[in-house]
């Protein structure tokens, strides 16, 4: 399919009530795992795919290397590609619109903090950001997916009622800059997250998670897509550690 018909078929598949399901994939053999268990939609996460180039999350891998792997995954698959790419690796928007572009990814996941400091950026600023990564993009005749994160809830931006309230307000101002879907990351209470699907005027991303609610519950709450985010990769890395290699060690069979 052409880029174009990947970013409209990954964004009418944001549905709330009946959400994108995505299990976050770090290399192209996770990716055709993901593909062939069936989900339309391939997305990455920033943390696992650091982790297997060998960098910490936070925009510590080199630009060029997280291009690369979201390049040989969208290789990899015949589904749609989104890709967690942080706040843009200080790319400027046309360049990010251009080289984000050559990945063939159909969209990608833009934060409004700081990654190696965590601070919170200016709401206007990142809306200013997000509407030029856009028109960027559509200058190039690329259509993307923009996945606005706003991060109070994962920076602990204030007190939980105003984190609430920021998320709120950063969401509406991201969609009318051009963004397709808000991403409040972190917000995982119930209650937090009927506000936020029920507040925000657009598709909303809740990331599964801390035991907070089923994707059934999040479904009824109105979301229109769930993340994984690193926990998957995590979870298997886990295993090899303290189960196989430790097998292995003891001369044990894996």
Excluded at 25 to 47: C, K, N, Q
Excluded at 183 to 203: F, N, Q, T
Excluded at 214 to 220: K, M, T
Aim: hydrophobic letters at 50%.
């Amino acid at each position: 399919m052409s880029d174009i018909d990947a970013a409209e078929r990954l964004r009418r598949l944001h549905v709330a009530g009946d959400p994108l399901v995505l299990p976050n994939a770090w290399d192209a053999v996770s990716a055709r795992m993901v593909e062939a268990a069936g989900f339309p939609v391939v997305a990455t996460s920033s943390a696992a795919v650091s982790a297997v180039l060998g960098y910490d999350d936070g925009e510590a891998a080199p630009v060029e290397e997280m291009l690369a792997a979201a390049e040989r995954i969208v290789r990899a698959v015949s589904v749609p590609v989104t890709v967690d790419f942080e706040r843009g690796y200080g790319l400027a928007p046309a360049e990010l619109a251009e080289r984000f572009a050559a990945t063939g990814a159909a969209g990608l996941n833009l934060e409004d903090s700081h990654p190696p400091t965590g601070e919170m950026l200016d709401a206007g600023e990142q809306a200013d950001f997000l509407a030029a990564v856009r028109a960027a993009a559509l200058s190039l005749g690329v259509d993307l997916v923009i996945n606005a994160r706003t991060d109070a809830f994962l920076r602990q931006a204030g007190p939980p009622e105003a984190r609430l309230a920021t998320s709120l307000d950063r969401g509406a101002r991201y969609l009318q800059a051009g963004a397709d879907c808000v991403y409040p990351i972190g917000a995982s209470e119930p209650d937090a997250v009927r506000e936020l699907a029920k507040g925000i005027p657009g598709p909303v991303n809740v990331a599964f998670g801390n035991g907070q609610s089923s994707i059934a519950e999040l479904a009824a709450s109105g979301v229109a897509r769930v993340s994984f985010g690193p926990a998957l990769q995590r979870r298997l890395y886990g295993t090899f550690d303290s189960v196989l290699l430790a097998a292995v060690a003891s001369g044990s069979a894996p």
